[in-house]
């Protein structure tokens, strides 16, 4: 029987046999990989946001990471159950993990040696040995699991459940959950602030983000609330952040409210709300720090941010329903 790995890996040498020569592009030069997740496809474009790729892939690209060496782009396929690979160098998809169904978003351990996956479909936490390719942990969750964070030591995993309202505290030692944490409605993703006290929680459907004290695993102070001039709290639905390298800033995606607020990391006061495209969604900085792009869902483009100036300096057309937003550097 013909696997899945030989026919993904086929295509790719047909797909090379067919295609003109070009250019191969090394890590580090600041591409940016944007997974479409109606287009099932991933879009490079270079540092000038040139598109010098469009890479096929499973159905439903969305949550990506780069591995340890940055050699290799990881991209959850959610409607294929698995895991895309794909070399960074030569841009094309070289091989796939089979993950349980429906694989919303994942972590690293820290060793990159295995792979923790939020499987929707099946309500579950799922860890997979990357060497093997077995699947070594299934720890329940409540519905519709999909957030996920590894603890630098790799001894907790945090995994958001959408339905259950829940932060899950997952001990790795046993494969159990040793703590529930309520959050607000429908809680999608995480960020670690840099000192490591904290764990931010996005909760999409409450427009509402939950600070989670890591020593205790306990809610910290009110949940903070982020609304643009003009706009409803119900029309703020956020969801991706990112967090500058010295913790003074947090970048947060208000979703349907088609901004990102930029956050003091001390005060927790906005420092700027900055307009984008449509349910902006992914958020991603460059490795120094210079720009931030964000992926607008429902407008088909990403939106580059001038962090200097905290200004939108290009929108630029990707594809169908773009999802997450990764800056090779």
């Known amino acids: 029987m013909t696997t899945r ?9 047909v797909g090379a046999a067919t295609l003109l020569p070009r250019p191969v592009y090394a890590a580090g030069t600041g591409n940016i990989f944007v997974s479409l997740e109606k287009g099932n496809e991933v879009v490079v474009l270079d540092r000038t946001y040139a598109q010098i790729k469009r890479i096929a892939t499973s159905k439903r690209p969305r949550d990506m990471h780069f591995n340890q060496d940055r050699t290799q782009l990881f991209v959850a396929c959610g409607d294929d159950d698995a895991i895309d690979i ?4 030569t841009l094309e998809v070289v091989d796939s993990v089979v993950t349980g169904p429906s694989p919303e978003v994942f972590a690293f351990s820290p060793d990159y040696k295995t792979i923790w996956v939020s499987n929707e479909e099946y ?6 040995d990357l060497e093997s ?10 519905a519709e699991p999909e957030g ?7 001894k907790t995993v945090y995994v958001t459940s959408e339905v259950a309202d829940m932060v899950h505290v997952v001990d790795v030692a046993s ?20 000192d490591g006290k904290q764990l931010w929680v996005s909760c999409e459907l409450s427009s509402e983000i939950f600070i989670i004290d890591r020593a205790t695993n306990e809610i910290v102070g009110d949940s903070l609330f982020f609304v643009p001039p003009g706009f409803k709290p119900e029309d703020v639905t956020p969801v991706g952040m ?34 984008v495209g449509r349910r902006a969604w992914s958020v991603d900085l460059s490795p120094d720090e210079s720009v931030a792009i964000v992926s607008n869902g429902l407008s088909d483009d990403i939106t580059v941010i001038d962090m200097a100036s905290l200004e939108p300096t290009q929108t630029i057309p990707v594809g ?4 997450t937003v990764m800056i090779d550097g």
């Open 5 to 13: 790995r030989q026919l993904l890996q086929g295509a790719a040498l």
């Open 86 to 89: 794909i070399d960074v160098n």
């Open 123 to 128: 309500s579950q936490l799922e860890a997979i």
């Open 133 to 142: 390719r077995v699947s070594i942990a299934q720890i329940p969750t409540g």
């Open 148 to 154: 996920v964070i590894v603890s630098e030591d790799g």
């Open 175 to 194: 494969g159990a959950v040793i703590k529930n944490i309520l959050v607000g409605t429908r809680p999608r993703r995480f960020i670690f602030t840099p």
């Open 242 to 275: 990112a967090v500058t390298r010295d913790g003074s800033k947090i970048l947060l995606s208000l979703g349907r409210a088609n901004h990102v607020a930029v956050i003091d990391g001390t005060t927790h006061e906005v420092i700027k709300y900055i307009l």
């Open 320 to 323: 169908r329903v773009p999802h």
